[in-house]
């Protein structure tokens, strides 16, 4: 087996894999730790960690995060989700995360599981030998030498690269949902007392939204989501531009009064996306590498970790039961289109503006509470658990 891609996704994929016994190969072009952005997780990532064996030592980077609160623009207003108050009360809370210590811990155990890892690897060409016959992949390494790799099967978790839907000409971008991202890191921002502590903050604002996620080393990850075309107005540098759109939000100001950029402002097109096809006779896409849909609701490395399972379940039931694979495959790609469309359907970032009645009285707070879990049919992500996602749903959608 071979897997382009060291993130969430290809980590969890090639661990699985060698686990059940088989010869597997990961290629990552980086090497860990890197810098990731995506640091706020989902309570369904815990029984993924638990499953992967990683749960006590992710425990150990992460800072508890019980609940959600939005923030009006306007007012300072606050309303707050927990975890805790949705229906499934068995996942009251998640962790907040350094991506480049959650991706090391992941990678690292699909080593220890027996995946062959090679970092600084960067695939560049695939050939398919025809249905069911195998792959070709060809991979430059750092020193400028290039190798070949051939397998059986190609799972791709190359993230928002998409290596397979580039070269496949598969990728789709959502035209209606195009936003983009600038973001950086803060020291001595202030956060909330106790348990508090390491909830998530969105601030809404003339342009879009901010995430506000505190890390464990007390280090705040601040990201602005805007429309692009907001981000082309820019006339100064990135950091200037950052720093002014922040000064928009009041209440995101002020709880960053005095507190200092650590490190380099970052920006990125989160332009949404979908590949057409989530697998082929002898591949499988995942994570990111199939579909990015938007950061809003802090599902992307939980979706990474669940189709990774998903593709090492369809893989072993292709060669255990090679009769049956076709069946697999549709079960695969059925699961994966599922999610992703409930979310897109949802989501549409730019738009949200807060709901009236998630800041107005507590009594109407329920009502619409209800009617946003309606709106999340339950689907194989367990999206009915995201007790937070109420706040981001259709009835909040102006
Ligand atoms: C602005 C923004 C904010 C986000 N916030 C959150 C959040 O709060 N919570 C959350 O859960 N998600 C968030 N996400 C999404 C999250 O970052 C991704 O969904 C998640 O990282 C997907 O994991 P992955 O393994 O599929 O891809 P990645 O984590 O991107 O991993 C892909 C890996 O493949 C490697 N690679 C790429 N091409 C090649 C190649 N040709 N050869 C070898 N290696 C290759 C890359 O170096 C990388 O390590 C956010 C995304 C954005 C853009």
Redesign the pocket.
């Known amino acids: 087996m071979l897997v ?7 980590s969890t994929a090639a661990g699985m894999l060698a686990q059940r016994g088989f010869r597997v190969a990961l ?4 090497h860990h730790p890197r810098f ?6 989902l309570p369904a990532n815990l029984p993924l960690f638990e499953q992967f064996g990683v749960a006590n030592e992710v425990r150990a980077i992460g800072i508890e995060k019980w609940a959600a609160e939005f923030i009006s623009p306007s007012d300072g207003r606050r309303q707050e989700f927990e975890f805790a108050g949705c229906w499934d009360k068995s996942m009251p809370f998640a962790y907040q995360v350094r991506r480049s210590e959650l991706d090391t811990i992941l990678i690292r155990r699909a080593g220890f599981l027996g995946a062959q890892v090679f970092e600084g ?3 560049e060409d695939v050939e398919f030998a025809g249905e069911g016959r195998g792959v070709r992949v060809v991979a430059n390494l750092e020193d400028g030498t290039s190798c070949a790799w051939e397998a059986q099967y190609l799972v791709d ?5 998409t ?1 397979l839907g580039n070269r496949l000409h598969s990728k789709r971008r959502n035209k209606k949902h195009n936003s983009a ?1 600038i ?1 950086a890191h803060f020291t001595g921002a202030r956060r909330h007392p106790g348990k508090r502590e390491g909830n998530i903050s969105i601030f809404w604002f003339d342009h879009g939204w901010f995430w506000f996620i505190p890390l464990a080393d007390g280090a705040t990850s601040v ?1 602005a989501v805007v429309w692009p075309r907001y981000l082309k107005t820019r006339e100064v540098s990135v950091e200037e531009f950052f720093l002014a759109t922040i000064a928009q939000c009041p209440p995101l100001a002020e709880v960053l009064e005095g507190a200092s950029l650590a490190g380099e402002v970052q920006a ?1 097109g ?1 332009y949404s996306y979908t590949c057409d096809r989530s697998c082929g006779g002898n591949y499988f896409l ?4 199939y579909a ?1 849909i938007d ?1 809003v609701f ?7 970790m669940q189709s990774a399972v998903a593709a090492a379940d369809a893989i072993e039931s292709c060669l255990r039961e090679p009769a049956l694979a076709a069946s697999a495959r549709r079960r695969f790609d059925r699961m994966m289109r599922h999610g992703p469309r409930h979310f897109l359907g949802s989501s549409t970032a730019s738009r949200i503006r807060p709901c009236a009645r998630c800041f107005s009285a507590r009594e109407t707070l329920c009502g619409c509470r209800k009617r946003c879990y309606h709106c999340l049919p339950a689907t194989f992500l367990g999206a009915r658990r995201f007790g937070v996602l109420c706040g981001f749903s259709k009835c909040c959608i102006t």
């Open positions: 382009i891609g060291g993130g969430p996704a290809g290629l990552e072009k980086a990731h952005i995506g640091e706020s997780l690897c960067r695939a978790a190359s993230g928002r690269d290596f991202a973001y990201g990125t989160n995942v994570g990111d590498a990015f950061p802090s599902s992307g490395v939980m979706l990474a």
